[in-house]
């Protein structure tokens, strides 16, 4: 269950709206934590900080008790008191925080639709929301900042699902809202990380990307700076921290060349949110694909195991499944023949998720049988992997097995 981006996942993100999407988010999170001086009125800083760190932590079922908490009922926030808006938020706030914890359900089986219908909703909802907001009070730049929020969540989504022109054209949305929010107040400086991603992106986006920006009228980048202003917000924050690090690894890891960065980045996000089984996800891939060091990915893989039979991580069921795959593949670079007895392990269980996990199973395990000789019996697994991989096969699952029965791998392990 590796997670290293194609060549259409690498475009999408050269286009800049996955991330950008993504850093909205995070500026939204922040500009909450904010000191409430600011002239945007922005409020009940501490609770929402709170539910923004259940969010990271995976501790979902503890959200909407505190969003119920946090936000003022069936706001309209126009209407809403100097004493309320001192101690709650805006409705709005929370139904966005809502759809990014959504979001980061998704993240955790992100080849998994089952939630697709209820995000792509709930979005809607909170854009309409968002933008009913900015309408009321079109001088306030924390609706502004918001209804950016909102695009950029759905936009980040759209991206994860092939809708890169959807997701583009949300994209200038952000943008224009952002600014508006500048405009409206310059001392909104948690804006910039966004900024910075958009100027990013829009200096290294792939020519087919750059080409889609020309089409739509959205105006260049410069990298140099983009990063500059991203670590300005980024160091000058808060709650901004977590998802920028997330963000910022991405960028070190594709486009700075600069592996050891990015898992300095997640490793933090790891330690701090250890509850989280996608941040240690992140490490043992890492250490696979950009650091070739498989001692290093094992022992992270044995760790999330070790959390996941304990119950100390959120999905704990998805994350040992992962987990076991992560370790058998590490074993079999090591030609450990224990590879086998992880997915078998797995097979035996027959998980539903992650999405495609069993199918992978038997195709790692195939692989594995093969490295080591035993062709015959490699034959039979490659067999059962193309006969259950999805219909929709993300990964490629039954297109790599059937490579792999017409064209026998010498044994390298034997």
Known sequence: MRREPGAGQRDA???????????????????????????????????IARASAAILDARFDDVPPMLAQTCLPNSPSATATADTRSTSAPAEVCQLLDLVSLWWQIQLDPYNRSRDAAFRMRAESVVDAM???????????????YLG???????QWRVLRG??????????????ALEEALVLDPGLQDAWFGIGLYHYYADVASTAAKLLRFLLLLPGGDKVA???????????????????????????LWYEKQPQRALDLVGGLRDRHPRNPHFQQ???EIEDAYLKDSRAS????????????????????????RARLGIALQLDRLCDLAAIDQLRAVIAAKPVAPYGALAQAHLQLADTLARHGRREEAIVEYRAA?????????????????????????????
């Open 226 to 252: 983009g990063l500059q202003e991203m670590l300005r917000a980024r160091n000058g924050g808060q709650l901004l921290r977590d998802e920028a690090d997330y963000q910022l690894h991405f960028i070190y």
């Open 282 to 284: 992140v490490v043992a």
């Open 298 to 321: 094992l022992r992270s893989w044995q760790s999330l195991l070790e959390a996941a039979r304990a119950g100390r991580v959120a999905a704990p069921a998805v994350a040992e499944t």
């Open 131 to 145: 933008e009913a907001w900015t309408m009321r009070e079109p001088k306030r730049a924390e609706a502004w900042f």
């Open 149 to 155: 929020g909102a695009y950029g969540a759905r936009a």
């Open 13 to 47: 993100c050269a286009l800049g709206w996955r991330w950008f999407a993504s850093a909205m988010i995070a500026g939204v999170l922040l500009l909450s934590a904010a000191p409430s001086a600011q002239k945007t009125g922005l409020t009940a800083p501490a609770e």
């Open 163 to 176: 809708e890169r022109v959807a997701a583009a054209r949300d994209g200038k949305r952000i943008k224009d």
């Open 386 to 414: 193309i006969a259950i991989a999805p219909a929709d096969d993300p990964q490629q699952i039954a297109s790599r097995a059937r490579r792999a029965t017409r064209s026998p791998s010498r044994a390298a392990c034997s």
